[in-house]
């Protein structure tokens, strides 16, 4: 080990794997807590890609009403995988949230590996990484969420390891060019984590070996370019338009005041519930201690480029959603802060004394702040921060359950030609396969290219509504979850039962058009 962390030399590291073996057993124990709490089942907006997934094995392509070609998904990596399996007739649920769980596993062991790329000599970092991502809230419930969340976090970490082996051992970017790809397949912040990575490539040639281009770099964008442009081009000739329709529905680029207003109030959120007055003067440590190497400045380009992307679109309603790619990251550079504070006291200690008893007491310490600031992280994320801003709020279970099981009684019991509208585009046009109005956009490309006044000043992804065509849509019944009917005159409450636990009813408020005899 090197002498850089003499004080970090005890027996408990000569088998590292244990601890990250450990940290998945955490991990997982985690994400079940998560998944009982969620209802057992994947959350509203991953069956929105259900949907896709299903019309595509069908043989209706990746819509979301058959005939109607609207990009309301960002995931398409992620949707054809669910649709492979559900050709294989499984349920996507049970599919999605075991392949988000094997992807945070498999995080961890890629978090494991980079380490020992990066810092060979050092098998604490690793460790106490692994540890922080087990007990982390937004890891653990996104994992389990049955979106692709897991699938790109893993890709842009593997990517971005591969960057840096590839570097290292001057190799080309063949690999780190196809993981990207990948990942932008998967997510289109995937594109921005390319351009990152090559732009910094190509400053570390200029920089550091003194060359402009290299094969390996050609490599790099060859593969990547190769890969993800006839993807591009298809998506771009089958929907018609450059970005996604949820970017358009989400997003504004005009008077983004408000929207950046909003993108800073969500990172200082998401950083107040991660401990970010400790953790991130702890992740700034190794760029003033020692010399920013190929593998810090590339983190660390990442990570600020990402942040500036969520706070120009202005966050996520969600807490931690859009952070868990740049997590495995935080967390490698916060191990190796709290490493380097640690050699420090230790080289303090021993000028101090040489006292074996003293030593002893350092590393006994730190040990306790190590296992004392797990238990604080998963407090202050998990049960301070997803589970009581999100879960419970949202009663995630109960709402699953009651929009579940009005899907399914809709598809019981009423004709195949019903048209609905809802503000939860997921279980409940899923369940019911009925053709649906999208009322707040992501799945309509009209709603989503309307003008908002203060676009960026409301809840993220709710703020597009245009009742007006809504009306003039005319769907059979309207599910909502607020009352924002009473008193129409041309739609009035269904009464009926379709739930045996009454306590699911007032989750879903239900609008029948006037004169419809769908269901009497």
């Given at each position: ?25 955490i991990l997982v124990a985690h ?406 109005l999208d009322m707040f956009g ?67 408020f239900i609008y029948r058009r ?7």
């Amino acid at each position: 080990m090197s002498e850089r962390y003499p004080a970090v030399k005890t027996r408990l590291l000569r088998r590292p794997w244990l601890y990250v073996a450990l940290a998945c057993i955490i991990l997982v124990a985690h994400e079940a807590f998560y998944y009982r709490d969620l209802g057992g089942a994947a959350v509203d907006d991953a069956f929105i890609s259900f949907r896709y997934a299903e019309n595509l094995v069908s043989g209706q392509g990746l819509v979301f009403n058959a005939g109607e070609k609207v990009e309301g998904y960002t995931n398409f990596l992620w949707t054809v995988i669910l649709a492979a399996f559900m050709r294989l007739g499984l349920d996507p649920s049970a599919v999605s949230v075991v392949l988000g769980a094997a992807l945070s596993v498999a995080t961890l062991w890629v978090v494991y590996r980079f380490c020992a790329v990066i810092l060979p000599s050092q098998p604490i970092i690793p460790i106490i990484a692994v540890l922080g991502l087990a007990v982390d809230g937004s890891f653990a419930l996104w994992a389990v969420s049955g979106m692709e969340t897991s699938l790109f976090a893993f890709l842009v970490l593997s990517a971005l390891a591969g960057h840096v082996w590839e570097w290292q051992k001057e190799k080309p970017g063949f690999v780190s060019g196809a993981l990207l790809a990948l990942a932008a397949m998967t997510r289109p912040e995937g594109v921005l984590v390319f351009v990152v990575l090559m732009l910094h490539q190509l400053a570390g040639r200029v920089l550091v070996r003194r060359s402009f281009v290299s094969s390996a770099d050609v490599a790099k964008a060859g593969t990547f370019v190769g890969l993800y442009l006839p993807y591009f081009l298809w998506r771009y000739y089958y929907y018609g338009f450059l970005l996604p329709n949820t970017f358009y529905a989400k997003v504004t680029v005009q008077d983004v005041g408000a929207q950046y207003e909003r993108g800073l109030r969500h990172v200082a959120t998401f950083g107040r519930l991660h401990l970010g007055w400790l953790l991130a003067p702890l992740a700034l440590v190794p760029a003033f201690t020692r010399r920013i190497s190929f593998w810090l400045s590339a983190v660390l380009a990442v990570i600020a480029v990402y942040l500036g992307y969520i706070i120009y679109v202005g966050g996520d309603w969600s807490v931690g959603r859009f952070f868990v790619p740049l997590l495995p990251l935080g967390y490698v550079l916060v191990a190796t802060g709290l490493t380097e504070t640690y050699a420090a006291a230790g080289r303090l200690v021993r000028r101090a004394t040489q006292s074996r008893t003293a030593i002893a007491a350092l590393q006994a310490s730190a040990l306790a702040v190590l296992a004392a600031g797990c238990v604080i992280l998963f407090d202050s994320t998990s049960l301070h921060g997803e589970h009581e801003l999100f879960v419970t709020p949202f009663q995630a279970g109960r709402a699953t359950e009651a929009r579940v099981a009005f899907g399914r009684w809709l598809a019981g019991n009423v004709p195949q030609d019903t048209y609905i509208a809802v503000d939860a585009a997921g279980q409940i046009p899923f369940y019911s396969r009925l053709r649906t109005l999208d009322m707040f956009g992501v799945n309509d490309v009209h709603t989503a290219h309307i003008e908002v006044d203060e676009m960026g000043s409301g809840v993220p992804g709710h703020e597009k509504f245009d009742f007006d065509y809504i009306m003039w849509r005319q769907p059979d019944l309207i599910i909502a979850s607020a009352p924002f009917l009473d008193g129409s005159d041309m739609y009035e409450r269904l009464d009926v039962v379709w739930t045996d636990d009454p306590s699911l009813i007032g989750f879903l408020f239900i609008y029948r058009r006037n004169g419809w005899a769908g269901y009497s």
